[in-house]
């Protein structure tokens, strides 16, 4: 979640001179931008995974310290839960056949880990949500020992001046059952700790990264519902990617009354199109005050005038507090520094290929939209696009989507159609070997083709357990022990049977 924050009270001074900052750090940016010094390498894959753990009974184990002490290995970090870790893979050109190589050393990496963190008496999940998470995990006990995660949990309640409500109306599992419900309250960010997701980097040219960022912003909808695996969470079924509305629920800053003044969320899709990243960071440095102002002694301005690369830490650490469903990130190694987008949507799971598959469907597509004679966002309204998003969340691979020149279609008939030869053509622009293009688009066809994804299969998986006579949280724990299984067969969930 970023750099390390000692523990510490703000002041109205520390606030005032973070603005400050900030103010600078953004003002540095725009220099650099005009200059036209950014790195700009070949296209590289990036990513980031958020783990769970759990114990031999499938509940969440609050052993993150344990665990990384055993796996040993500075790929992996703590996350805001007890129960979370991460993996961070190195960026790796995206031409050839990295990605068959990417899935086979980072199924190495996480079978390795997997088998060092069972020594503690936890294993790795890879899902969107654990399901066997309850109110009960969200107490401030259970936040990881870094004091940056209970500093920035007490900065949001502080900011929201109450404690966090959490309502979702789900949809029905089939059969008798009705439609299910959330509505609870809790003292921390914990919640927010449950959605994990897989993060996908691509370093951009600042001359292209407009047309990129609105690309993404245009094919959220249609990730999320191809990928949703995130139906569960505290003993309810909810929507299809319940990651979304939660994450944007367990991080807002807003009482009620700054949203019925239409104050802007801090889990943000954005309110229009761009045509440059520094809208982007003006945007939330304009919008959004600090939740955790912590300033450095560097002038952005007298780095650069020796030649050196700024850190730009305090517009580093505000725009980390801003969570966009596309997030831009400035980073430096070195002398030199880069631009690249983050792309944030897609769910953790439910397999290796899965997750590349997602993965490549994703960069060859947002290639082909950046690149395209007619931009896709110029026959788009902005919010259709975020409509798209919360439909696909809440109804996932069956949901309803708005395409221009189609009108509204399902996921499933938009992909097959019309999205998956441009993927392809993307792939094939970034110089992607054939037959890894063709390996996992060709997983993204059979999961249109089949309607199984993630969501699809844990749905049915529950279902099938009540009708047999489980309760939910027998159905729950013995569809995760059923998952965790066909997670490391590797086999991609199409194929999953019940």
Known sequence: MGDRVDDRVFTRQDRTRFREKTARCLDALASMLADGQFEVSEPRLGLEIELNLVDDACDPAMANARALEAIADPAF???????????????????????????????????????????????????????????????SEWLSEDPRYDLLSQQILAARGEDIELRLDGSALGGAGGRESLDIVCDTILPE???????????VDPADFAAYWNSAQAIAGVQVALAANSPFFAGRALWHETRIPLFEQATDTRSVELKNQRVRPRVWFGERWVTSIFDLFEENSRYFPALLPVTTDEDPFEVLARGGTPALSELRMHNGTVYRWNRPIYDGHGDRYHLRLENRVLPAGPSIVDVLADAAFYYGLVRSLALADRPLWTQMTFDAAEENLHSAARDGIESRLYWPEVGWIGPRELVLRRLLPLAAEGLDGFGVDPVARDRYLGVIEQRCLTGRNGAVWQREAVAARERAGATRSEALHGMLAD????????????TWTL
């Open 193 to 203: 700790a449950a959605c994990t997701s897989v993060q996908l980097h691509l370093q």
């Open 483 to 494: 998952y965790l299984e066909r997670m490391h067969t590797g086999d991609p969930v199409h």
């Open 77 to 139: 970090q703590t996350e805001l839960g007890q129960f979370n870790i991460e993996i961070n893979v190195e960026p790796r050109p995206l031409a050839g056949g990295n990605v068959i190589r990417l899935e086979d050393s980072l199924r190495e990496a996480l079978n390795a880990a997997d088998a060092k963190a069972r020594s503690t008496g936890c294993g790795l999940a890879m899902i969107g949500m654990l399901p066997t998470l309850d109110e009960h995990h969200f107490t």
